[in-house]
């Protein structure tokens, strides 16, 4: 048995058979050519075919894994009319008369090296994009589909790394699990493993390839990051117990749908889901949520090439709130900045993004931005139940401005005759140590707090959430995170506020009953936990000591 660790990207457990991924042979050979206007039109003729191939891939996305994560093969397709690209690609040919093949090449090389040289981990990512969009229109050069074809049985697929579009590409129901030699946890195949829920596992190292061969048994274990290849018989059936116990889990979840999320001494509390897109509102409602206690707008922002307008954004409230039929909808505004960059805001490149310019601090300076986003979501409130929410605050005159633009923008809705609902609650995100802190202040100026833990979490204990290389030393139980929950969750309930938790925290079945006894109201999970989260509450007995 030979066991290799990597990072678990979605943890669940896969036995099987492997198969190694194995592109046909991309290596270019560079020729001399004679026709330059031959060669260029050549190249167009692939692009085009290209082109056609990532519109069917898109398609095929949009239908399997939804608009959000869809969107990265848009974006190859404009990449590949990209100018700077395609300059580079027809001097080559031009100044060296060579063949398209190994100007695709070189210039491919090129920017992927230029992508992977860049400080920012988003940007890095799309060296592979660029890689992926050039072996396609080299395979389309010389009439080659690039993807080798897939075997009837289910396997673990082991590869070097997978690029967004043949992730995709591969047949859903015949992938038990994907290894990845490289890759990160920020790549879009990382996020479309999640999203397709099959257990993954990236970054093994080159080990990985100098070990597996087609056809050899597996095991992967995408809670550890765990694979072992030939797992001897107790490996195995550990992992198979694993799998069944995984089951028979998910099918007891199953049963609790329609229950209440009430403790054994009847204690109630509101189990809600985290959305990122519109599209997301399924598994939402399947999920059996009784709300969605954090959309998180940026969404919209980051999917777009511009500024959203507001009858866009209008028509993307409007649907969440009709589809959830009146239960709560907390929408929270734009929290663009730090990890979430996009360029057309033009935000300048900053020493320490985390604690730059970001979320409400771009509303403020920014008012147009933050108006045409509230009136939005007000002409929505009439659809449904609207929370707004405002992330990132430190203090009370922070507040006290966005409270006064949120009356402007009502007020010049209702002079143009707009209809809005009187039962629209507005709430802030308690996720720097400053709101917790100054609770007491703050609770009394809104309906309700959402502790965001993912971000309290790093500026509590000075751990950036981005680096990996210190995860370590970031303690989510840490007792000085939980004092400042707890002091929260007083300041809320001693001013007629409501309080929930939407950071990541709040999946952690180990504090259920912790968060239950500080006196929350609300959890907000993404839809797969939800289940689980009314299984945890469903156990807890507040009575006892
Ligand atoms: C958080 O910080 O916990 C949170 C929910 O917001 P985000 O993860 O989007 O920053
Ligand atoms: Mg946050």
Redesign the pocket.
């Given at each position: 048995m030979t066991t290799l660790t990597g990072k678990g990207v979605y943890g669940a457990i896969a036995l099987g058979r492997i198969s190694v991924f194995k592109r046909k042979d991309a290596s270019v050979k560079r020729t001399h050519i004679d026709n330059i206007e031959a060669e260029k039109a050549r190249l167009e003729a692939a692009k085009a075919k290209a082109a056609e191939q990532l519109q069917n891939i898109y398609s095929k996305a949009l239908k399997e894994i939804g608009e959000a994560n869809a969107q990265i093969f848009e974006i190859h397709m404009m990449m590949i009319e990209d100018e700077d690209y395609n300059d580079s690609i027809s001097s080559i040919i031009e100044t060296q008369s060579v063949n398209a093949e190994y100007a695709v090449a070189v210039t491919a090389d090129n920017f992927e090296k230029m992508f992977a040289s860049m400080d920012d981990a988003y940007m890095q990512a799309r060296s592979a994009d660029v890689k992926d969009i050039s072996n396609r229109i080299i395979s389309c050069l010389s009439e080659d589909n690039g993807v080798d074809e897939m075997s009837d049985e289910k396997v673990i697929i082991c590869a070097d790394d997978l690029a967004p579009s043949e992730t995709v590409q591969l047949d859903k129901d015949k992938v038990l699990a994907f290894v990845t030699a490289f890759g990160s946890s920020n790549s879009h195949t990382a996020i479309l493993a999640r999203n397709m829920n099959i257990p993954a596992i990236i970054g093994v190292g080159e080990e990985l390839l100098e070990s597996v061969s087609n056809g050899e048994f597996a095991a992967v274990n995408g809670y550890t990051g765990e694979i072992f290849i030939n797992p001897d018989e107790e490996t195995k059936s550990c992992l198979e117990k694993k799998r069944a116990e995984d089951e028979e889990k998910k099918r007891l979840l199953q049963e609790l749908k329609g229950k209440e999320n009430i403790t054994i001494d009847g204690t109630k509390v509101k189990i809600y889901a985290?959305i990122g897109s519109v599209d997301n509102i399924g598994a939402a409602l399947a999920s059996d949520a009784g709300g969605i206690g954090?959309f998180?707008s940026?969404f919209l922002y980051l999917e777009s090439n511009d500024y959203p307008s507001e009858e866009q954004q209008f028509a993307a409230y409007k649907r969440v709130l009709e589809s959830m039929a009146g239960k709560k909808v907390i929408i929270?505004t734009l929290?663009i900045g730090a990890d979430k960059q996009v360029d057309y805001f033009n935000l300048a490149k900053e020493e320490n993004p985390a604690l730059g310019y970001r979320a409400i601090r771009i509303c403020l300076t920014r008012p147009e931005i933050f108006k045409t986003q509230l009136r939005a979501l007000y002409r929505a409130s009439t659809y449904g139940n609207l929370g707004i929410m405002f992330?990132m605050i430190t203090s009370v005159s922070e507040l006290e401005k966005i409270l006064e633009i949120c009356e402007e923008v009502v007020n010049q809705l209702k002079a143009e005759g707009v209809e809005i609902s009187d039962k629209v609650e507005l709430g802030i995100?308690i996720?720097t140590p400053a709101a917790a802190i100054i609770s007491d202040k703050l609770a009394p100026m809104v309906d309700f707090f959402?502790?965001?833990?993912?971000?309290?979490t790093?500026y509590t204990l000075a751990c950036d959430r981005q680096n990996a290389a210190i995860e370590q030393f970031v303690d989510t139980h840490h007792e000085a995170i939980l004092r400042l929950i707890e002091m929260s969750a007083k300041n809320a309930h001693d001013n007629g506020a409501w309080i929930g938790i939407?950071?990541?925290l709040a999946t952690d079945t180990t504090l259920t009953e912790t968060f239950l006894r500080m006196g929350i109201d609300e959890l907000s999970v993404s839809p797969t936990f939800v289940l689980k989260v009314r299984e945890a509450v469903r156990r807890c007995d507040l009575s006892e000591k």
């Amino acid at each position: 048995m030979t066991t290799l660790t990597g990072k678990g990207v979605y943890g669940a457990i896969a036995l099987g058979r492997i198969s190694v991924f194995k592109r046909k042979d991309a290596s270019v050979k560079r020729t001399h050519i004679d026709n330059i206007e031959a060669e260029k039109a050549r190249l167009e003729a692939a692009k085009a075919k290209a082109a056609e191939q990532l519109q069917n891939i898109y398609s095929k996305a949009l239908k399997e894994i939804g608009e959000a994560n869809a969107q990265i093969f848009e974006i190859h397709m404009m990449m590949i009319e990209d100018e700077d690209y395609n300059d580079s690609i027809s001097s080559i040919i031009e100044t060296q008369s060579v063949n398209a093949e190994y100007a695709v090449a070189v210039t491919a090389d090129n920017f992927e090296k230029m992508f992977a040289s860049m400080d920012d981990a988003y940007m890095q990512a799309r060296s592979a994009d660029v890689k992926d969009i050039s072996n396609r229109i080299i395979s389309c050069l010389s009439e080659d589909n690039g993807v080798d074809e897939m075997s009837d049985e289910k396997v673990i697929i082991c590869a070097d790394d997978l690029a967004p579009s043949e992730t995709v590409q591969l047949d859903k129901d015949k992938v038990l699990a994907f290894v990845t030699a490289f890759g990160s946890s920020n790549s879009h195949t990382a996020i479309l493993a999640r999203n397709m829920n099959i257990p993954a596992i990236i970054g093994v190292g080159e080990e990985l390839l100098e070990s597996v061969s087609n056809g050899e048994f597996a095991a992967v274990n995408g809670y550890t990051g765990e694979i072992f290849i030939n797992p001897d018989e107790e490996t195995k059936s550990c992992l198979e117990k694993k799998r069944a116990e995984d089951e028979e889990k998910k099918r007891l979840l199953q049963e609790l749908k329609g229950k209440e999320n009430i403790t054994i001494d009847g204690t109630k509390v509101k189990i809600y889901a985290n959305i990122g897109s519109v599209d997301n509102i399924g598994a939402a409602l399947a999920s059996d949520a009784g709300g969605i206690g954090l959309f998180r707008s940026e969404f919209l922002y980051l999917e777009s090439n511009d500024y959203p307008s507001e009858e866009q954004q209008f028509a993307a409230y409007k649907r969440v709130l009709e589809s959830m039929a009146g239960k709560k909808v907390i929408i929270r505004t734009l929290d663009i900045g730090a990890d979430k960059q996009v360029d057309y805001f033009n935000l300048a490149k900053e020493e320490n993004p985390a604690l730059g310019y970001r979320a409400i601090r771009i509303c403020l300076t920014r008012p147009e931005i933050f108006k045409t986003q509230l009136r939005a979501l007000y002409r929505a409130s009439t659809y449904g139940n609207l929370g707004i929410m405002f992330p990132m605050i430190t203090s009370v005159s922070e507040l006290e401005k966005i409270l006064e633009i949120c009356e402007e923008v009502v007020n010049q809705l209702k002079a143009e005759g707009v209809e809005i609902s009187d039962k629209v609650e507005l709430g802030i995100m308690i996720e720097t140590p400053a709101a917790a802190i100054i609770s007491d202040k703050l609770a009394p100026m809104v309906d309700f707090f959402s502790v965001g833990t993912n971000d309290l979490t790093q500026y509590t204990l000075a751990c950036d959430r981005q680096n990996a290389a210190i995860e370590q030393f970031v303690d989510t139980h840490h007792e000085a995170i939980l004092r400042l929950i707890e002091m929260s969750a007083k300041n809320a309930h001693d001013n007629g506020a409501w309080i929930g938790i939407c950071g990541e925290l709040a999946t952690d079945t180990t504090l259920t009953e912790t968060f239950l006894r500080m006196g929350i109201d609300e959890l907000s999970v993404s839809p797969t936990f939800v289940l689980k989260v009314r299984e945890a509450v469903r156990r807890c007995d507040l009575s006892e000591k």
